[in-house]
């Protein structure tokens, strides 16, 4: 039992530090590409796109999960099994966020593979959870 109470200890440490690295990768991010504004290609603009649509739609189901949490638990270690909504809406937000400046700090010929990276696992990962009967509303 003693070795489950650290175990549980560490993950909330490890959670709350996870939390502090996002924030700060977020500040560090706004900071560093607020004086070099790349511009995105067409194709890169619909892969940045296409994330935030897969990011969108992840955040959604996991509210739903939110509001279900007697049928549902998210598997997400950063928010852990049963989170709040303003934690889930904060985390979507800041991924979001961080994601598109990566992309635009980026060297062009990295964005493709950046994105084409970023995007592809969420589809089978939006599918299994469709699949477990989690749907979106609005």
């Given amino acids: ?3 489950t109470l650290e175990n549980l200890l560490n993950l909330k440490e490890w959670r ?3 939390k502090k690295v996002m924030m700060l990768s977020l500040l560090i991010l706004t900071l560093s590409t607020s004086t070099i504004s790349k511009e995105l290609t067409k194709s890169q603009k619909v892969g940045e796109l296409a994330f935030q649509t897969v990011n969108f739609i992840d955040m959604m189901q996991t509210l ?3 509001q279900h949490d ?4 998210e598997t997400n270690p950063i928010l852990g099994d049963h989170p709040q909504q303003h934690e889930v809406i ?3 937000m800041i991924r979001g966020a961080v994601h598109y400046h990566i992309t635009k700090w980026l060297p062009k010929k990295l964005r493709v593979p950046w994105l084409t990276v970023t995007v592809l696992p969420q589809i089978p990962i939006i599918e299994h959870n469709h699949n477990l009967g989690i749907r979106i509303t609005f």
């Fill in 1 to 3: 039992q003693r070795k």
């Fill in 90 to 92: 904060t985390y979507f």
């Fill in 16 to 18: 709350l530090m996870m």
């Fill in 64 to 66: 739903e999960i939110v």
């Fill in 70 to 73: 007697d049928l549902y638990y």
